[in-house]
């Protein structure tokens, strides 16, 4: 198919990953900071995605880093998770604004 | 035994070790007679010395090892064994030896008695180093070892505020002297190559008399420090806070002696340095009438025998710069034996009347005391010059030199301190030992010695009584002017005193002398035995010169308001400074560093999206950087 | 052919684009989760649209599948009770809302200036060299990224672990 232009389809990881990068920067639960890292990774997988499929070679080494990025992030999540569980545990909280104990 | 000179000090230095160590806990009592026979032992190898040197063995260099040899420095630890150190050797040893047995009884319920008998064996060993030294530079070990040893002793009852006082007065004015004597040596040094006293000595002639004046001026100012001439005086009287054998032995035979014995030893120095004899001369005398007129109206025993010791000392500088080494040494070796006496026995007289020293209180102690009243008395009459004493040969010939070899003011000045000391020591004889008692309470319980403190009085009387004649008769020609003059003699210089000995004139002089003498005796028997005048009475008009004198001319009063206020105010100086700059220094570097990180602090806020925020600011600025840079905005 | 993949494209472009505006701005964290979901339903489509078939399904699987569920675990056991909703964003905000525009423009603007090279490559056939270059040129890091699954893996259950009082 000739096709939808590259262009495009990094304008859409562009754009999907500063939704992302806002949302971890603007809401306050840990879990939902957690979902937009998500999105953020899923922006740079299609963006990597697009590139190889372009530009790519035969050995679709871009796909192999795609891979790899999938093992980061679910290792990532699993483990975030269980840091906020921890914390929740602490004080029944997952407010980040009231997460400073480590102030100063 | 002259090859095992290095044995006399030995003895003493291992009564030291041996004391040092064990005393305190095992040997207790047994240190005092273990150093008093170390030294009675230095005592006997001093005899021997003395009789070789005498048989024959006129000058003898005994070295032990080579202690510098840096290119052209070489100093030797080597003792040289000559008439002048053979008789100082005697003189030392003996009268420690004396004093030792003495304080066995004196120091007896003392509980520092270990201490005592550590540090007075260390000082007789550092004063024979002093003497037995061939060169300035062991000298110097030893000046400096009797320098320590005083302050030690000086300061022996610490506990107490006026001795440490003293005893760091002491050593501060004995540095100041210290510092001459060094740079007496390095000037000797420097001009001759050598601190040898026979090296110096051969080659007098190098040196400009300018130049010569200088390095016995140098000298001399040691001298004065260590011997309590003018300027250097106060700390004698001072002293007399230490047990008072420390004040008979170190203050009076031989310590205070070592200044007399650096210029008698460098004679051949200062025989070619005129103006620097000149102004030993003149320090001298005008030390000798200044202490004796404040010792006039002292009230403290000791007091009185200290201002005494000085102004016999200044009588032998005065010796030594009219030209007459000998008669300073015969004087040094008589005066040790009759003030090391009086000491002993006003140390005999407050250990009696338990510890009181004012001689306001005493009065009609003969009676109770008489072994020490007779000793004292003769003391007495040696330090009056009453012939046949002791004391009579030795200074009779230090003032008839002084008109003999054309000094004639100076003459005078030591007739009148002559006077001047007959009275001083009837006044205080009189005021201890006659008269009704002043004190009832003191007077009941006062007694006489124990025999071991006794024993060494009449043995120092012994020596005050016939010393004198044995060593100085007849004048001018005695045993001790055949035995010293090779020492003074040196390379063509003949001592002034060797002129032919003509009696005539000596006996005039000696005359005139004794009846000075008889005078000052005269008036204080009369003040204080019979009041004609009243002592107070004489007070009362002299008025104004009374008080100059009671408060010693207000000396230690002008060395305290100018030399000790400027240097606190210099070190207080130093300290504002310390404290203010250098200390301010370091403190605002200090807070500089708390200001700082109280700042970038606030950036650690403990809330994560704020660290998330700063990385997408960082990622900003990068985008920045990296967009000015591909569009040309930054160079490079 | 055309039409019917710039359509395509554009349907799944507003899913995605939508869909994340809506995980960040919804009140509600069940409703964001979901979304979220949706998100990464859109972006295997999209990898179905360049052809990478292996990863479309790896896509679905893994994110839609396992994460999506995890998030949701995390959701169910971190309950806020009744949280005022006007506390909705950190305070930093305004800030964060500028920064974040201030790099997102230059980024886009790069993003949009690249060269399409123009060949499209037939769809699939994509997973018989991923496989080759996984077990083969990739294998030290496809080992370590084993190891880094078992390490959070232990990492995660230690982090949960409750000490033996707090078991009580």
Not at chain 2, 36 to 44: C, E, I, M, P, Q
Not at chain 2, 192 to 215: C, K, P, T, Y
Not at chain 2, 408 to 432: D, N, S
Not at chain 2, 480 to 502: D, K, M, N, Y
């Amino acid at each position: 198919m000739t096709a939808v232009p590259l262009p495009a389809f990094i304008a859409v990881s562009t754009l999907l990953f500063f939704i992302g990068a806002a949302g971890v920067l603007m809401k306050r639960n840990a879990v939902v900071i957690l979902m937009c890292v998500e999105l953020m990774l899923n922006a740079a997988n299609l963006a990597l995605v697009a590139f190889s499929r372009r530009y790519g070679s035969v050995d679709e080494r871009g796909s192999v880093f795609v891979v790899f990025v999938f093992v980061i992030a679910a290792a990532e999540v699993a483990v975030g998770l269980a840091i906020v569980l921890s914390a929740y545990r602490n004080r029944p909280t997952v407010d980040v604004d009231e997460l400073h104990q480590l102030k100063g | 035994m002259i090859d095992r000179v290095w044995l006399i000090p030995a003895l003493p230095l291992a009564a030291f070790l041996v004391n040092g160590l064990f005393g305190r806990r095992w040997l207790g009592r047994w240190t005092g007679p273990l150093a008093a026979s170390a030294l009675g032992l230095s005592a006997v190898g001093a005899t021997l010395v003395f009789l070789e040197v005498l048989g024959g063995r006129a000058q003898s260099v005994v070295t032990l090892y080579r202690w510098i040899g840096v290119g052209d420095f070489r100093v030797d630890v080597a003792a040289l064994v000559d008439p002048l150190s053979s008789v100082m050797l005697l003189v030392v040893t003996v009268v420690s030896f004396l004093v030792h047995v003495y304080a066995i009884g004196y120091m007896e319920h003392d509980h520092g008695f270990p201490r005592f008998f550590t540090w007075l064996p260390l000082f007789v060993f550092a004063m024979l180093v002093l003497v037995l030294a061939d060169n300035y530079l062991l000298m110097f070990v030893g000046w400096e070892g009797v320098g320590l040893c005083s302050y030690l002793l000086i300061g022996f009852w610490f506990e107490r505020n006026e001795p440490a006082m003293a005893a760091k007065k002491a050593f501060v004015m004995n540095r100041i002297g210290d510092w001459g004597f060094t740079i007496g040596m390095i000037a000797t040094f420097l001009v001759f190559g050598s601190m040898n006293f026979r090296e110096v000595f051969e080659h007098v002639d190098i040196a400009s008399q300018g130049v010569l004046v200088l390095i016995c001026l140098a000298f001399f100012l040691g001298a004065a420090g260590k011997s309590a001439q003018l300027p250097l005086h106060s700390w004698l009287p001072d002293a007399m806070e230490g047990p008072t054998p420390v004040s008979a032995l170190i203050h009076a035979a031989t310590m205070v002696t070592a200044g007399v014995y650096l210029v008698a030893r460098s004679t051949p120095l200062f025989q070619a340095a005129g103006p620097a004899l000149a102004i030993v001369g003149a320090v001298g005398a005008l030390t000798a009438i200044f202490a004796a007129t404040i010792a006039l109206v002292q009230f403290d025993i000791k007091r009185v025998m200290a201002y005494s010791t000085v102004s016999q000392l200044g009588y032998m500088f005065l010796a030594l710069g009219v030209g007459a080494p000998v008669a300073a040494i015969f004087h040094l070796a008589t005066h040790a034996f009759f003030k090391a006496l009086l000491f002993l026995g006003s140390g005999s007289v407050i250990h009696g009347v338990g510890g009181e020293q004012d001689m306001r209180k005493m009065g009609g102690l003969r009676r109770k005391m008489p072994v020490t009243y007779w000793t004292m008395l003769l003391a007495g009459g040696a330090l009056a010059a009453l012939p046949p004493l002791a004391g009579f040969w030795s200074k009779d010939e230090i003032v008839g030199a002084a008109f003999t070899n054309g000094y004639p003011l100076l003459w005078a000045v030591g007739v009148f301190t002559g006077a001047l000391t007959a009275f001083y020591v009837t006044r205080a004889l009189w005021m201890t030992f006659h008269g009704q008692p002043r004190d009832r309470h003191l007077y009941d319980h006062a007694h006489e010695s124990p025999a071991i403190m006794t024993v060494p009085l009449v043995a120092l009387a012994v020596g005050s009584a016939g010393v004198g004649v044995a060593l100085g008769f007849p004048p001018e020609g005695g045993f001790i002017h055949r035995f010293l003059a090779p020492v003074v003699e040196v390379a063509g210089h003949t001592a002034p005193e060797h002129v032919a000995v003509e009696y005539g004139p000596i006996l005039a002089l000696a005359a005139v002398s004794v009846v000075a003498g008889l005078v000052g005796i005269g008036v204080g028997l009369s003040m204080y035995a019979r009041h004609r005048p009243d002592p107070s009475a004489v007070a009362r008009a002299a008025g104004g010169l009374y008080t100059v004198l009671v408060n010693r001319y207000w000396v230690d009063e002008l060395y305290d308001h100018r030399f000790v206020d400027a240097a606190k105010a210099f070190a207080g100086a130093t300290w504002a400074f310390d404290i203010h700059v250098i200390d301010g220094l370091v403190d605002r570097l200090g807070w500089v560093a708390t200001g700082a990180a109280s700042l970038l602090r606030r950036t650690q806020t403990g809330v994560v999206g704020n660290y998330a925020l700063s990385v997408m600011a960082g990622l900003l600025a990068v985008l920045a950087l990296y967009g000015g840079l591909a569009t040309g905005v930054i160079g490079r | 052919m055309d039409v019917v993949g710039l359509l395509i494209f554009g349907a799944l472009a507003i899913g995605i684009v939508g869909a994340g505006l809506a995980v960040v701005f919804v009140d509600r964290i069940t409703a964001a989760a979901l979304l979220m979901a949706f998100t990464f339903l859109c972006n295997a489509g999209m990898f179905l649209l360049l052809g990478a078939e292996t990863i479309a399904a790896f896509q679905v699987l893994i994110y839609v599948g396992a994460i999506t569920v995890l998030i949701l675990y995390g959701v169910m056991f971190t309950p806020q009770g009744d949280r005022p909703y006007a506390l909705f964003f950190q305070k930093q905000t305004p800030l964060a809302g500028f920064l974040v525009a201030a790099v997102a423009a230059p980024v886009l603007a790069l993003a949009l200036t690249f060269r399409d090279p123009g060949i499209a490559r037939e769809g699939g056939g994509d997973l018989q060299p991923l496989i080759t270059s996984i077990f083969g040129d990739y294998a030290v890091p496809f080992e370590l990224a084993s190891v880094l699954l078992l390490a959070a893996m232990v990492g995660a259950i230690v982090l949960v672990k409750r000490d033996e009082e707090d078991a009580k």
